[in-house]
């Protein structure tokens, strides 16, 4: 299975990140990253491989670069 997310920060404040991402169904989804306790929650919707591909993403940038980025990509 082949799985391909462009992954867009939509806002930050100190504690929290949120981004959004697309699924193959052109649904736009969201997930939370709290900065504090440095967990990912998706806002909406089931938890699929693809969630789970981004979610992976944004922590290790997170816990690797100690930021948020703005633009992150998933691939594989």
Same mark, same amino acid.
């Given at each position: 299975m082949a799985l391909y997310a462009e /992954? =867009?920060?939509?806002? =930050?404040? %100190?504690e929290s #990140? *949120?981004?959004k991402f697309t699924d193959i169904k %052109?649904? =736009?989804r969201t997930l939370l990253l709290n900065k504090v306790t440095e *967990? /990912?929650?998706?806002e909406? %919707?089931? =938890?699929?491989a693809l969630? *789970? #591909?981004v979610a992976r993403k944004v922590a290790m940038a997170w816990?690797? %670069?100690g930021s948020a980025p703005d633009l992150l990509?998933?691939?594989s």
């Open positions: /992954i =867009e920060k939509v806002d =930050e404040s %100190g #990140a *949120r981004y %052109g649904v =736009e *967990r /990912i929650s998706l909406e %919707g089931e =938890e699929d969630y *789970r #591909a816990v690797q %670069g990509f998933v691939q």
